[in-house]
Nanobody, 124 residues
Framework: QVQLVESGGGLVQAGGSLRLSCAAS????????MGWFRQAPGKEREFVAV????????SYTDSVKGRFTISRDNAKNTLYLQMNNLKPEDTSVYYC?????????????????WGKGTLVTVSS
């Protein structure tokens, strides 16, 4: 069993930065691929970024490439999302997820665990 708790959300002006963290319980964190998803008001949840268990490979949705960086520290059981040059359209609840495969980015049935989310609001 893995429990995921996100933190670091808040209100920021456009062009600003935030770093989200996802603290995972359990000793098997390092065996999972990890990802970030987001859901804006009135919209479906969408993929943001994913990272392999080792941290060696990452993938991003096109709208955040060059602005967001996903990383993980397996010694600390923590996943991060560094978000720079934030835009109002990045406003969403951001969710951390753990899955069995890097393909969790496109196949959410591969996700085993979800966090409860943290709200990011970007003002114009």
């Amino acid at each position: 069993q893995v429990q995921l708790v996100e933190s670091g959300g808040g209100l920021v002006q456009a062009g600003g930065s935030l770093r989200l963290s996802c603290a995972a319980s359990g000793r098997t964190f390092s065996s999972y691929a990890m990802g970030w998803f987001r859901q804006a008001p009135g919209k479906e949840r969408e993929f943001v970024a994913v990272i392999t268990w080792s941290g060696g490979t990452t993938s991003y949705t096109d709208s955040v490439k060059g602005r967001f960086t996903i990383s993980r520290d397996n010694a600390k059981n923590t996943l991060y999302l560094q978000m720079n040059n934030l835009k109002p359209e990045d406003t969403s609840v951001y969710y951390c997820a753990a899955g069995n495969s890097f393909s969790m980015a496109t196949t959410t049935s591969l996700i085993n665990y979800w966090g409860k989310g943290t709200l990011v609001t970007v003002s114009s």
